[in-house]
């Protein structure tokens, strides 16, 4: 998969923070990272060091990370970690070169604390998506989640009900 360049991935960082759209830097806690130090300058605070900077370049091992964490959170119905979770997934496909997969999330309904978006993610890399779970009653309601169902077919008592 093709990476992004240092510019790309400085211009996303612009346009996130002219746009307002990153109010809460969820975007650029995800995209600063791949940044090299120079690139990232500009973003970072003026007491940021050179020798401190760790540029991230694994944005596959980032996106199996975040996965399982936005799994966690779906299941669980914590809402605002789920949409930072969801927010990260976007990134890194993104940064992963996979416009198609950030074009399917975008596309795919937030419904049930972004079920929809992650499936759209895993299906587009080939990944595992329920069958990340073991837990046999979780795993069957992220797949009714991930459809937009509620967690329980008895209805839901913490949240994603309709």
């Not at 049930?112 to 073991?134: M, N, Q, S, Y």
Request: glycine content about 6%.
């Amino acid at each position: 998969m093709p990476a992004r360049t240092q510019q790309e991935i400085v211009d996303r960082l612009r346009h996130a923070r002219a746009s307002g759209e990153d109010r809460f830097a969820e975007q650029e806690a995800i995209l600063l990272p791949a940044l090299d130090f120079d690139h990232a300058r500009p973003f970072l605070r003026a007491t940021a060091r050179r020798d401190r900077w760790r540029q991230q370049h694994d944005h596959e091992s980032r996106a199996r990370a975040y996965l399982v964490l936005a799994i966690s959170e779906i299941i669980n119905h914590r809402a605002p970690q789920a949409r930072r979770a969801v927010v990260a997934l976007v990134e890194l496909a993104w940064l992963l070169g996979r416009d198609d997969i950030v074009t399917a999330m975008n596309t795919a309904s937030y419904a049930r604390f972004g079920a929809p978006k992650v499936k759209a993610f895993t299906d587009g890399l080939g990944w595992r998506f329920a069958g990340t779970v073991e837990d046999p009653e979780s795993r069957h309601t992220l797949i009714r989640m991930a459809r937009g169902q509620q967690c329980h077919p008895d209805g839901c008592r913490r949240g994603c009900a309709d």
